[in-house]
C-alpha cells in the first residue's frame, strides 16, 4: 500500500470535494417518482474471470444510462477498484496515527463498499454514495446524441459510486453465513420504517464483481437481477458455466432463489476471428441444447475489441467523449451503439417506465448512415 506525502494534521477534517457531496434528494429515479416498488433494477455485472470485461461493460452501460437521462448507482465490489479508476476516483490512502507506538496506519480517504458492508445497516448504503462530477467529460448539453450529448434535450442523469478498493479483499474472511446479506440490507431497507431505500432512488443499480466467490455472493446477495459479460476467447468461454454454478449455489444454499441471469454479452470481439466466431457458435450450441449450467440468454451483442475502449479507461473519460470530431469517432459509434442497445434490452428487462420511449427515441438518434445492426437486434 502506497502513503499519501501529505497526511493531514491528527484531527483535521478532510472535506470531499463539494461536487463530490451526495445529497439523497438530488436523485429521484422514474421508480421513485411513480411511486414503483419492486427492484428488479439492481444488476450484477458478473463473470467469474479476469479481463473478461465486467468493468468495461459497467462503465460503458453508465455512460448510455446517463446518457438516457437515467441515473444510476455504481457500487465497485472489486478491491481492484477499476471501476473507480475508470469514474476518475480512485480511492486514495492517507496515514492516520497508531494509537500507541509509532507506526502509521492508512485509511482510505472516502467510505467505500467496505464501511457500508460493515456496518450492514438498513440504508447506510446512502452515506458511502460520491455523485461523480460529469461535467468535465463533454456531455454538451446541445449536442446532438450522435456526437455525445443527452437523449433527451438537456437531461443528462446522474452517475452516483460507491466506491471499492485493496482492503475488501481481506474483509471476507470474518464473514459468518449471515454476512453475505449485509450489501443486500444497506441497498434494500429504507434507514427508517417508511423511508426510501437507497437502491430505489436510481433508475439502474450496477454492481461491479471481483471474482473471488465470497465476495461473488455478497454481489448476488444483494441483485435482482445478473449480466454476464465475457470475452470470446477458451477461458472466456470456460468461465460461463463456472459463473452459473456460483449463481445456482447462491439460489439454493444461500436462500436467494428469486435472482435471475437476465442474459451474456460478449466483449472485446473481432469478427474476423475464426476461433471467436467457433466459441460463440459453440455456446449458443450449449445453451440450445440445455447443457447444465448454460442456461444464460445469449444476448446477440459483441461489444467490439477496440483502441478507444481502453483509450477511454485510460483517460477516465466515457467513450462518448470520443463522437464528436474525435479521429476515434468511428470505433467509438459502434462501441456506444452496442452498448446503449444492451442498455436498451437491460431496461426492457427490469421493466424501466421508459423502456419504450427511450429505445424509440434512440433510434431516429442515430443518423441512418452510421446506424448499425445491433439497432434493430436484440429487443426482448
Ligand atoms: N472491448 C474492448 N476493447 C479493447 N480493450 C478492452 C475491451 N474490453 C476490455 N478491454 C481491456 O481489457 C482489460 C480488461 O477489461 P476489464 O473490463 O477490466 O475486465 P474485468 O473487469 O472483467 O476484469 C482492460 O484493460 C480493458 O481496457
Ligand atoms: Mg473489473
Redesign the pocket.
Known sequence: MTSTAHPPAAGAAVEPPPEMIYEVEQVVSEWMARGITDMKHVISVM?R?????????TLLLADALIRFGLNVLIIDM?PQG?ACTGLGRKVLMRAVEARIGRSTLEEPDVNTVIEVIQSGEPGVADEAILLINTAGWQYPPDMPFHRGGPLRAGKIGKIGLIPSYKGLEDLPTSWKPTDFERLAQTLHLPAEPGGVPPAHRWDVVLI?TAIARALGVQSAKAAKKVLF?TNAEKFGVDAIPETMSLVEDVRDHYYHDDIDVMGLVW??YSPRQTTARALTADAAQAHAAKQKHWDAPIWPFE?????V??DS?DMAAPVSAFLGTSEKREPASK?CQVAEAIALRMLDEIGHPLAGELRAAWRQAWPEKEQTDVMTKGVA
Do not use: E, R, W
Open positions: 463473470m474471470k479476469g479481463g473478461a470485461g465486467k468493468s468495461t461493460l472489486d477499476n461491479d459479460v466483449n472485446a461489444i467490439p475489441k477496440a483502441i475502449v481502453s479507461h462501441v
